[in-house]
């Protein structure tokens, strides 16, 4: 089996019960029962006006918004994410240089709790350029399952590959 690219910084016994689930057949099934809501933001628009109440609720000092847009040429990892572990300086510094938040077009089509956790993942690093403790405090205060939520759309990301396949 390939490495599973979306969960290389986590534990070892959890890869293993990825690769048992994905083995199974079960990874969809499971991410489809627990994330089964869809979300209706469709364009530009519909993003900008949903980053905006979201930093409006629980970031209202924070430098304005620039553009917002969903980007099609977004790698989530390589962009979006980053690693788990690694500090990424160019990342978070092109954001704050530009205050643009651009969401890789894979969250249009996934479900509402993956896209409010990848705007929550922007948003902070609006005040946090890097993932260091302060960003990922940011991110739990406006989204508390912030964590699991990350890790289960590594498993959807990880899901997307293999049906690709
Ligand atoms: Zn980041």
Known sequence: MEALKYLAGYPPHLQARVRELIGQGRLGAMLAEKYGQPHAVRSDGQLYDYVQALKDRHMRKAVPLGKVIYDSKLQVMKHALGTHTAISRVHGGRLKASREIRIATVFRDAPAEFLRMIVVHELAHL???????????????????????????????????????
Request: charged share 25%; glycine share 2%.
């Open 127 to 165: 005040k946090e350029a890097e993932h260091n403790k302060s960003f990922y405090q940011l991110c739990t205060h406006m989204e508390p399952g912030y964590h699991q939520l990350e890790f289960d759309l590594r498993l959807y990301l990880t899901h997307l590959d293999i049906a690709q396949q």
